[in-house]
C-alpha cells in the first residue's frame, strides 16, 4: 500500500516544507511539520508523494522534475520531465517533450521495461525551484 503524504511550495519563503496537516475547516491551511506553523491558502502549493523512489532512493513527489538516462535494454530516449498527476487514467505520469513531440507516460505501468525506468530516472528539481528545466528538452 501506498503512503498517502504531502509536502507544499511555501511561496513566501520560496522553498518546499514537509506538511504534517492538511486544514480543511473553513479555508484550506496546511500545518508545516519542521516549525508547526500553518501556511494559509494561496501561500503554497500542495505536491503529493507518487509512492515511488528514483534510482537514488530520492522519493518522487508531483511537481518534481526527473531526468532519464538513456541505456541500452530500453529504446527511450534521454530526457528532462516533469511529474504530474492526470485525472485520465488516475495516476502519475511523467511528461517530457522529445523531438517536438510530447510525450505523456504512466509510472502504473507494470511490465519489466517500465519498472526499468525508476532505475534510469533522478530527480533533479522541481518546477517551482527550477521553472527553466520544466520547459521540455
Known amino acids: 500500500m501506498r503512503e498517502i503524504k504531502f509536502r507544499a511550495w511555501d511561496k513566501r519563503r520560496n522553498e518546499t516544507r514537509p506538511v504534517r496537516v492538511i486544514d480543511r475547516h473553513i479555508t484550506t491551511k496546511i500545518l508545516c511539520s519542521e516549525t508547526d506553523f500553518y501556511l494559509q491558502e494561496g501561500e503554497y502549493e500542495l505536491m503529493q508523494f507518487t509512492g515511488l523512489k528514483d534510482k537514488n532512493g530520492v522519493e518522487i513527489y508531483e511537481g518534481d522534475i526527473v531526468q532519464y538516462t538513456k541505456h541500452v535494454r530500453y529504446l527511450m530516449p534521454d530526457f528532462v520531465g516533469v511529474v504530474e498527476y492526470h485525472d485520465i487514467p488516475a495516476c502519475f505520469v511523467y511528461r517530457y517533450t522529445h523531438q517536438n513531440i510530447e510525450n505523456i507516460r504512466a509510472f502504473a505501468h ?3 521495461l517500465e519498472m526499468d525506468v525508476l532505475e534510469h530516472l533522478e530527480v533533479i ?4 525551484e527550477h521553472p527553466e528545466l520544466a520547459g521540455g528538452e
Open 110 to 112: 507494470s511490465d519489466e
Open 125 to 128: 528539481g522541481n518546477i517551482y
